[in-house]
């Protein structure tokens, strides 16, 4: 038995809802730009940073963190000139040092309290992007602080009121959820996801990918579109839409030829990146030697492993498959080894099953200790 698919229906209820997905991921790492339009280059924004400008201390460490304006990338000295920035009340960039220690960038150990303080702070100033950013802890519980899905909502809204792109999609999201004391509106998030991709959110042309790809609400449903979306994102470098567009690939949609090799490609990439669905998917390739790629049980369950931690409802699916089936160490003919792994994959099933909002870190690494 192979491991049947790349995606279950599990997940394409939440993908053809937008659902949680996509806010999970919602803090768009270090694109803040601060508003000095006058600096134009590296050299330009030095000048200015070393004269004491915060705003162009705060748009250089951007360009460090990036690599971009050619400089070759030093989150160190990013993390420096966040600090300088904050350190002189630019809220911009008490936002970017709040996502410093919140991934744990720069050298930094990961501190989401010390992150949250820091939007408190920054959003406290009226900037837009801490504010959404504060609005993900307070919806995904973080930082200290409660979940609370309407304060989430009421900050999106203000941040989205300020032009925030990324806030702009997560409101939307919430809209296609229902969440945050907010109505279903699948045509009021449409309108949001085209108002947020049209500004270049990768993460919003996603979400309208998706919803053309199962024609959610007033979206009349179309492949080609898509496609269109999806290849945006991934040509912005942004790791779902790589996946996406993958997937599309993979079953020669949209237009696109099908092509299990240029699919495999894709899902590595955004592998890569940290994309929880580019790695179930890979490995999926894996587990039936796909894509020109050799069949490698044990590389397909390194992935899947992988991506169930990060909460993927798919890869729970496919790790449940591989232990019903009698994959890895445990020998299948043993009427002991075989109850024990029906077992592991009935677990990981119920657990893939569940709404993402329902998933935490913590029962996916009990699974994972007890289904080793």
Known sequence: MTVRRLRHDCLLQQRSKVSMKAILIVVSFLIVLPACAAYQS???????????????????????????????ADERKALELFRKSAGLGDATGMA???????????????DQNKAVDLYQKSASLGDASGTGNLGVMYLNGQGGLAK???KAAELFQKAASLGDLVAISNLAALYANGQGGLARD??????????????GNPMAMVNLGLMYEHGTGRIIRSDRKAVEFYQKASDLGYANGMASLGFMYTQGKGGLPKDERKAAELYQKASDHGDALGMANLGYMYANGMG???RDER???????????LGSPLAMDNLAQMYEVGRRRVNARSAA???????????WRHLGCRTTEALKAAEVKSLRKSCP
């Open 148 to 150: 609370n899905e309407r």
């Open 186 to 199: 699948l045509d009021k998030a449409a309108g949001l996801f085209q108002k947020a991709a049209d500004g």
């Open 299 to 309: 590389k397909a369950v390194e992935l899947s492993q992988r991506a169930a931690d």
């Open 292 to 294: 020109g790629l050799p």
């Open 337 to 347: 080894g075989h109850g024990a792994l029906r077992k592991c994959g009935s677990a």
């Open 42 to 72: 590296a050299a330009d924004l030095q000048k200015a940073a070393d004269g004491g400008d915060a705003k162009a201390m705060s748009k250089l460490g951007v360009m460090y963190v990036t690599g971009s304006g050619g400089l070759a």
């Open 96 to 110: 970017n040092l709040g996502q410093m220690y919140e991934h744990g960038r720069g050298g930094l150990a990961a």
